[in-house]
């Protein structure tokens, strides 16, 4: 039994009761698909989620989710709560800031990803945005997983700064043993001796979460790297790898970013990423998710 176990997951050291059950891909053969407004993630196509690490005004909001759509992201991502290493940072402009992703949605169809930090932001959240991510330093917060296990939407689990592979399958075992089974994992780079990249990305651990696990995978080539000319070339590594999609940080000014700015990709260059990620996909027989449709009364304008 045991041994059967861990042929299943290879690397899982946890033996008896406390080891994964509804992660594994033999609980799920055939694949989880995780619907997010109009846009599937885990089957044949690949999504791509965009948009600022922050919202930080309407303007720049609306410019980044104008760029991104155009270019023919998926989904738009943007921070209202942002986890910030000093306390001086800025914060993200909380609650307030969520008219401006709803503006943005209503205007392109791109439905919205946020970070969601503790379980008291959830309720102020969990009606108006499409997809909740769990960040990074979050990925262990075990009362923020319970309580996302019990809601109705989808949960993007970022993979935590210094966790093993086997944590963060953990991590979502929380979600679907709470009932949750719209996850999907995100790898984003974890903390090693290299200091030349802001992380090092991980993509064996792509490929090994997809052949063990049932869940979509996306990767963050922004936070992996930390570096703006290293974004294209590892996303287009990720969908080589085998990744369902891809979280890319985008701004329209990223030298005035008041966070992340030296890894956002300007609007031009996030187009050359969407161009070139093209004959990757198509060298490994996936195809690009089509764009969601501008809602019907902004194609009649
Ligand atoms: C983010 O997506 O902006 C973010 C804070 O990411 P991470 O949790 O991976 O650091
Ligand atoms: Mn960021």
């Not at 041994?3 to 509804?22: C, F, I, S, T, Y």
């Not at 986890?83 to 008219?99: D, V």
């Not at 990925?139 to 109705?152: D, H, S």
Request: aromatic share 4%.
């Amino acid at each position: 039994m045991h041994a059967e176990v861990q042929g299943d997951l290879n690397l899982v050291n946890e033996p008896g009761p406390a080891r994964p059950r509804h992660v594994l891909r033999s609980a799920r053969p055939g694949g989880t698909r995780v619907t997010v407004g109009a846009i599937e993630l885990g089957g044949p196509a690949f999504v791509v989620a965009a948009g600022p690490c922050a919202v930080e005004t309407a303007a720049q909001l609306a410019e980044a989710a104008a760029a991104v759509a155009a270019s023919g992201a998926h989904l738009l991502r943007g921070g209202l709560f942002k986890p910030r290493t000093s306390p001086y940072a800025f914060q993200g402009l909380g609650e307030p800031g969520l008219p401006l992703l709803e503006r943005a949605r209503a205007r392109h169809g791109l439905a919205l990803v946020t970070e969601v930090l503790d379980t008291e932001q959830l309720a102020s959240l969990i009606d108006h945005v499409d997809m909740l991510q769990v960040g990074a330093r979050n990925m262990q917060n075990f009362p923020l997983l319970r309580a996302l296990g019990k809601v109705r939407r989808p949960v993007l689990l970022k993979r935590g700064l210094a966790a093993t592979f086997h944590e963060w399958l953990q991590a979502a075992e929380y979600l679907l043993d709470g009932g949750n089974d719209q996850v999907v994992l995100c790898e984003r780079g974890i903390r090693t001796f290299e200091s030349a990249t802001r992380n090092t990305l991980d993509l064996a651990s792509v490929a090994l979460a997809k052949a063990r696990t049932h869940l979509p995978v996306l990767v963050d080539p922004s936070h992996a790297t930390g570096a703006r000319e290293l974004v294209l070339p590892m996303a287009l590594a990720a969908a080589a790898a085998g990744a369902d999609g891809l979280l890319v940080e985008v701004h329209p000014r990223p030298e005035e970013a008041l966070c992340d700015g030296a890894q956002a990709l300007t609007p031009d260059l996030f187009a050359e990423l969407m161009r070139r990620l093209g004959p990757v996909l198509a060298a490994v027989g996936r195809t690009m998710h089509a764009s969601p449709a501008p809602p019907a009364n902004v194609r009649a304008l």
